[in-house]
Protein backbone atom coordinates (compact mmCIF):
# COMPACT_ATOMS: atom_id res chain seq x y z
CA UNK A 1 0.00 0.00 0.00
CA UNK A 2 1.02 3.60 -0.49
CA UNK A 3 -0.03 6.97 0.11
CA UNK A 4 0.25 9.67 -2.80
CA UNK A 5 -0.17 13.06 -3.26
CA UNK A 6 -2.13 14.22 -5.55
CA UNK A 7 -3.79 17.99 -5.93
CA UNK A 8 -3.38 18.39 -1.86
CA UNK A 9 -5.23 14.93 -1.61
CA UNK A 10 -3.86 12.12 -0.04
CA UNK A 11 -4.83 8.64 -0.68
CA UNK A 12 -3.76 4.77 -0.02
CA UNK A 13 -2.92 2.36 -2.51
CA UNK A 14 -2.92 -1.39 -1.70
CA UNK A 15 -2.42 -4.64 -4.32
CA UNK A 16 -6.29 -6.04 -4.81
CA UNK A 17 -5.20 -9.31 -4.65
CA UNK A 18 -4.50 -8.55 -0.80
CA UNK A 19 -6.93 -6.71 -0.02
CA UNK A 20 -9.01 -10.14 -1.35
CA UNK A 21 -7.54 -12.49 0.32
CA UNK A 22 -6.75 -13.74 -3.18
CA UNK A 23 -3.43 -15.54 -2.65
CA UNK A 24 -2.99 -15.91 1.25
CA UNK A 25 -5.70 -14.66 4.03
CA UNK A 26 -5.23 -11.80 5.78
CA UNK A 27 -7.74 -11.45 8.97
CA UNK A 28 -9.08 -7.36 9.37
CA UNK A 29 -6.80 -6.59 11.76
CA UNK A 30 -3.73 -7.90 9.90
CA UNK A 31 -4.92 -6.01 6.69
CA UNK A 32 -5.03 -3.04 9.22
CA UNK A 33 -1.31 -3.18 10.57
CA UNK A 34 -0.30 -3.93 6.83
CA UNK A 35 -1.87 -0.78 6.01
CA UNK A 36 -0.15 1.40 8.62
CA UNK A 37 2.94 -0.32 7.51
CA UNK A 38 2.30 0.73 3.96
CA UNK A 39 2.22 4.25 4.46
CA UNK A 40 5.02 4.58 6.63
CA UNK A 41 6.91 2.80 3.49
CA UNK A 42 5.76 5.89 1.99
CA UNK A 43 7.00 8.24 4.29
CA UNK A 44 10.13 6.11 3.87
CA UNK A 45 10.52 7.47 0.27
CA UNK A 46 9.85 3.92 -0.60
CA UNK A 47 12.98 2.08 1.31
CA UNK A 48 12.34 -0.90 2.59
CA UNK A 49 13.88 -0.63 6.29
CA UNK A 50 11.18 1.06 8.29
CA UNK A 51 11.65 2.50 11.32
CA UNK A 52 8.93 2.62 13.57
CA UNK A 53 8.04 3.08 17.36
CA UNK A 54 6.46 0.54 18.23
CA UNK A 55 4.32 1.82 21.30
CA UNK A 56 3.00 4.33 19.12
CA UNK A 57 1.70 1.75 16.21
CA UNK A 58 0.09 -0.65 19.01
CA UNK A 59 -1.81 2.52 19.99
CA UNK A 60 -3.29 3.56 16.51
CA UNK A 61 -3.77 -0.29 16.03
CA UNK A 62 -5.50 -0.12 19.64
CA UNK A 63 -3.65 -3.02 20.49
CA UNK A 64 -2.63 -3.16 24.43
CA UNK A 65 -0.72 -6.85 24.24
CA UNK A 66 2.64 -6.79 23.08
CA UNK A 67 1.98 -10.65 22.04
CA UNK A 68 -0.50 -9.81 19.90
CA UNK A 69 1.31 -7.21 18.34
CA UNK A 70 4.54 -9.89 17.77
CA UNK A 71 1.81 -12.54 16.54
CA UNK A 72 0.27 -10.10 13.76
CA UNK A 73 3.72 -9.38 13.15
CA UNK A 74 4.54 -12.88 13.05
CA UNK A 75 1.96 -13.65 10.18
CA UNK A 76 2.51 -10.94 7.94
CA UNK A 77 6.33 -12.40 8.08
CA UNK A 78 4.96 -15.82 7.18
CA UNK A 79 2.38 -14.54 4.08
CA UNK A 80 5.71 -12.66 2.88
CA UNK A 81 4.94 -9.14 3.27
CA UNK A 82 7.60 -8.21 5.73
CA UNK A 83 10.86 -10.26 5.45
CA UNK A 84 12.31 -10.46 8.75
CA UNK A 85 10.53 -12.85 11.67
CA UNK A 86 10.34 -10.11 14.52
CA UNK A 87 10.41 -12.10 18.37
CA UNK A 88 11.84 -9.13 20.23
CA UNK A 89 10.53 -5.57 20.84
CA UNK A 90 13.06 -3.36 21.60
CA UNK A 91 13.16 -1.78 25.25
CA UNK A 92 14.98 1.72 23.51
CA UNK A 93 14.83 2.68 20.02
CA UNK A 94 12.84 2.13 17.27
CA UNK A 95 11.73 -1.42 15.67
CA UNK A 96 13.51 -1.87 12.56
CA UNK A 97 10.18 -3.40 10.23
CA UNK A 98 11.60 -4.40 6.70
CA UNK A 99 9.17 -4.14 4.03
CA UNK A 100 9.01 -6.64 0.97
CA UNK A 101 8.64 -3.92 -1.89
CA UNK A 102 8.06 -6.30 -4.29
CA UNK A 103 4.67 -6.83 -3.43
CA UNK A 104 4.66 -3.58 -5.18
CA UNK A 105 5.89 -4.69 -8.72
CA UNK A 106 3.52 -3.10 -11.24
CA UNK A 107 4.70 -5.97 -13.84
CA UNK A 108 3.19 -9.17 -11.39
CA UNK A 109 0.87 -6.69 -9.77
CA UNK A 110 -1.46 -5.10 -12.27
CA UNK A 111 -4.66 -3.95 -10.19
CA UNK A 112 -4.29 -1.66 -6.69
CA UNK A 113 -7.27 -0.47 -4.82
CA UNK A 114 -6.76 3.49 -4.04
CA UNK A 115 -8.81 5.37 -1.42
CA UNK A 116 -8.31 8.58 0.45
CA UNK A 117 -5.84 8.40 3.44
CA UNK A 118 -8.98 9.57 5.49
CA UNK A 119 -10.18 6.22 6.53
CA UNK A 120 -7.20 6.24 8.49
CA UNK A 121 -9.20 9.35 10.45
CA UNK A 122 -12.65 6.94 10.68
CA UNK A 123 -10.91 4.14 12.57
CA UNK A 124 -8.51 6.30 14.35
CA UNK A 125 -11.66 8.28 15.75
CA UNK A 126 -13.46 4.93 16.24
CA UNK A 127 -16.17 6.01 13.58
CA UNK A 128 -15.27 2.21 12.16
CA UNK A 129 -14.25 -0.88 13.33
CA UNK A 130 -11.29 -3.20 11.73
CA UNK A 131 -14.15 -4.77 9.72
CA UNK A 132 -15.48 -1.70 8.29
CA UNK A 133 -12.24 -0.71 7.63
CA UNK A 134 -11.57 -3.89 5.12
CA UNK A 135 -14.83 -4.03 3.71
CA UNK A 136 -14.36 -0.34 2.68
CA UNK A 137 -11.09 -1.39 0.75
CA UNK A 138 -13.10 -4.52 -1.15
CA UNK A 139 -15.80 -2.54 -2.17
CA UNK A 140 -13.84 -0.31 -3.78
CA UNK A 141 -11.30 -3.31 -5.05
CA UNK A 142 -14.21 -3.76 -7.68
CA UNK A 143 -14.97 0.04 -8.69
CA UNK A 144 -13.38 1.79 -11.84
CA UNK A 145 -14.76 5.24 -12.29
CA UNK A 146 -12.23 5.34 -14.96
CA UNK A 147 -13.85 2.69 -17.44
CA UNK A 148 -15.37 3.66 -20.28
CA UNK A 149 -16.59 0.96 -21.72
CA UNK A 150 -18.23 -0.68 -18.94
CA UNK A 151 -20.09 0.94 -15.39
CA UNK A 152 -17.68 0.04 -12.97
CA UNK A 153 -19.32 2.49 -10.54
CA UNK A 154 -20.41 0.27 -8.03
CA UNK A 155 -19.49 -3.04 -6.58
CA UNK A 156 -21.89 -6.06 -6.98
CA UNK A 157 -20.08 -8.71 -4.47
CA UNK A 158 -22.47 -10.75 -2.50
CA UNK A 159 -22.52 -11.60 0.98
CA UNK A 160 -21.68 -15.44 0.87
CA UNK A 161 -18.60 -14.34 -1.41
CA UNK A 162 -17.65 -11.52 0.98
CA UNK A 163 -17.98 -14.03 4.25
CA UNK A 164 -16.18 -16.31 2.30
CA UNK A 165 -13.32 -14.12 1.14
CA UNK A 166 -12.78 -12.23 4.38
CA UNK A 167 -13.08 -15.20 6.94
CA UNK A 168 -16.09 -13.23 8.82
CA UNK A 169 -19.97 -13.82 9.54
CA UNK A 170 -22.47 -12.45 7.48
CA UNK A 171 -23.48 -10.72 10.75
CA UNK A 172 -20.23 -8.82 10.42
CA UNK A 173 -21.34 -7.54 7.65
CA UNK A 174 -24.21 -6.33 8.17
CA UNK A 175 -22.46 -4.53 11.15
CA UNK A 176 -19.98 -2.76 9.33
CA UNK A 177 -22.58 -1.51 6.03
CA UNK A 178 -24.27 0.04 9.27
CA UNK A 179 -21.14 2.28 10.20
CA UNK A 180 -20.33 3.03 6.92
CA UNK A 181 -23.58 3.93 5.42
CA UNK A 182 -23.75 6.00 8.67
CA UNK A 183 -21.31 7.82 7.77
CA UNK A 184 -22.18 8.12 4.49
CA UNK A 185 -18.93 6.04 2.94
CA UNK A 186 -21.43 4.16 0.91
CA UNK A 187 -24.61 3.93 -0.66
CA UNK A 188 -25.98 0.70 -1.17
CA UNK A 189 -28.99 -0.36 -4.09
CA UNK A 190 -30.87 -2.80 -2.83
CA UNK A 191 -31.59 -5.65 -5.29
CA UNK A 192 -34.71 -8.70 -4.45
CA UNK A 193 -35.54 -11.26 -6.18
CA UNK A 194 -37.78 -10.85 -9.81
CA UNK A 195 -39.07 -13.00 -12.04
CA UNK A 196 -37.18 -14.56 -14.84
CA UNK A 197 -40.07 -15.43 -16.84
CA UNK A 198 -39.37 -19.16 -16.97
CA UNK A 199 -40.76 -21.84 -15.16
CA UNK A 200 -39.17 -24.83 -13.82
CA UNK A 201 -40.90 -28.74 -14.56
CA UNK A 202 -43.30 -28.23 -11.21
CA UNK A 203 -44.38 -25.04 -13.44
CA UNK A 204 -43.28 -23.15 -10.77
CA UNK A 205 -42.13 -19.26 -11.79
CA UNK A 206 -37.95 -19.29 -11.47
CA UNK A 207 -36.46 -16.11 -9.91
CA UNK A 208 -33.34 -14.68 -9.91
CA UNK A 209 -31.42 -12.60 -7.07
CA UNK A 210 -29.38 -10.08 -8.08
CA UNK A 211 -26.62 -8.66 -5.78
CA UNK A 212 -27.07 -5.54 -3.87
CA UNK A 213 -24.57 -2.79 -5.44
CA UNK A 214 -22.18 -1.15 -3.55
CA UNK A 215 -21.27 2.89 -3.96
CA UNK A 216 -17.81 4.18 -2.09
CA UNK A 217 -18.46 7.54 -1.58
CA UNK A 218 -16.72 10.28 -3.84
CA UNK A 219 -15.26 11.60 -1.45
CA UNK A 220 -13.10 8.49 -0.69
CA UNK A 221 -12.24 8.54 -4.43
Not at 12 to 21: A, L, Q, T, W
Not at 31 to 57: A, G, S
Not at 105 to 133: C, G, M
Request: charged letters at 35%; one cysteine or more.
Amino acid sequence: MEETAQKKKLFVKVPSHIVRNEEFNLSNDEFLMYTRLCFRYFRNYHKKEIEVDHKKLMYFLKISDTRTFKKRLKNLYETGLIEEKITNLPTKGNLTIVFNDTVFDEDKHKHFTILSAEVFSYWRNDQIDEYAFRQLFYYKSHINKNDKENDRSFCFVGFGTLAERLKVSKSKIVEANDQLKELKLIKVIKHKLAPTGEYNEDDEAIFDRFNNHYYVADSLH
